[in-house]
């Protein structure tokens, strides 16, 4: 027995017909069978029941198929892993990336990225909501939070610290919420870019989870419209600090109830599982990660 009689005999089980496994492995039909019927020898089995108008595993042929599929995918990734040493840097990414980190660094960090690596093409879609990486035919994503996929990989690129802030003219009229509870009096404008949690603001102290239920006349998914309607002086913010980070350095914005933990939430890149990871794509993500850390003081 030999591996080459083995990628015949799965060849054999997926195309479910002799004539088509041959056809495929560059075989005559008689040629194929009599590599199938030597397999079955060497193994003292039977391996597929044979008749005029179909064919079918037996036991032992499911059995070994089972196990001779999953040695032709290490076969395949064992190339795959040696693959990009021998390829050059070409081809597209699909990637997907939340509208904040787009438009703050994102865009430029992938066109810097595209410059230097010219034969390589980014298709980038900005958006919040988690993604079927798989089933959309996307390489890469970039997403704020727990990762509930157990079959995706995700690598760590920041922490992404929250901020409770309204304008200097919102506290000339209304006042400051100093604690949590005075929340509740005030208008509080909700980000909803995700489904559920986004009128509960969550916050800690000492080491204690504490929320507060708020409520507000104005509630968007989009951050920037919320930053814009903050600027205003409409209400009270809770946003990541890198979308209004300009906004608290330059003093149009206020940060309040700093004495409390905000939220913090990983940023991560996301990809589905795979044992070699392409060279193309792993240049991708430390170039996404060193734009990250070179605007740290935003996050």
Excluded at 99 to 128: H, W
Aim: charged share 20%; hydrophobic share 40%; proline share 3%.
């Amino acid at each position: 027995m030999n591996a080459a009689d083995l990628t015949l005999f799965v060849s054999v089980a997926d195309h479910g017909s002799f004539n088509k496994a041959a056809e495929q492995n560059g075989l005559s039909t008689p040629a194929l069978s009599k590599r199938i019927s030597k397999l079955e020898a060497s193994l003292g089995v039977q391996l597929i029941h044979r008749t005029t108008r179909r064919l079918s595993l037996t036991e032992a042929g499911e059995s070994l198929y089972i196990h001779a599929k999953n040695i032709e995918g290490q076969v395949s990734d064992a190339i795959a892993s040696v693959s990009s040493f021998s390829q050059g840097l070409t081809g597209t990414i699909k990637m997907s990336v939340p509208t904040i980190s787009g438009e703050l660094l994102l865009a430029e960090a992938v066109a810097d990225f595209c410059q230097k690596y010219p034969n390589i093409t980014v298709d980038m879609r900005l958006e919040n909501d988690f993604v079927d990486l798989v089933g959309e035919g996307l390489d890469l994503a970039i997403r704020t939070g727990k990762l509930e996929d157990s079959s995706l990989i995700a690598k760590p690129l920041i922490q992404s610290n929250w901020v409770v802030c309204c304008s200097p003219s919102y506290l000339d009229v209304h006042g400051e919420a100093k604690t949590l509870e005075a929340l509740k009096e005030h208008n509080c404008l909700a980000y909803t870019y995700q489904s559920h949690g986004s009128f509960d603001w969550r916050f800690y102290q000492a080491g204690e989870e504490k929320n507060v239920r708020i409520s507000g006349s104005f509630a968007t998914n989009n951050a920037q419209a919320l930053r814009k309607a903050a600027l205003a002086g409409f209400g009270i913010v809770y946003v990541p600090r890198c979308s209004v980070y300009e906004d608290l350095l330059q003093g149009k914005l206020v940060a309040i109830l700093t004495e409390f933990q905000p939220r913090q939430l990983g940023v991560y890149a996301i990809y589905p599982f795979t044992k070699y990871l392409p060279e193309k794509l792993r240049l991708l993500i430390e170039h996404l990660r060193q734009a990250y850390q070179d605007k740290k003081e935003y996050f």
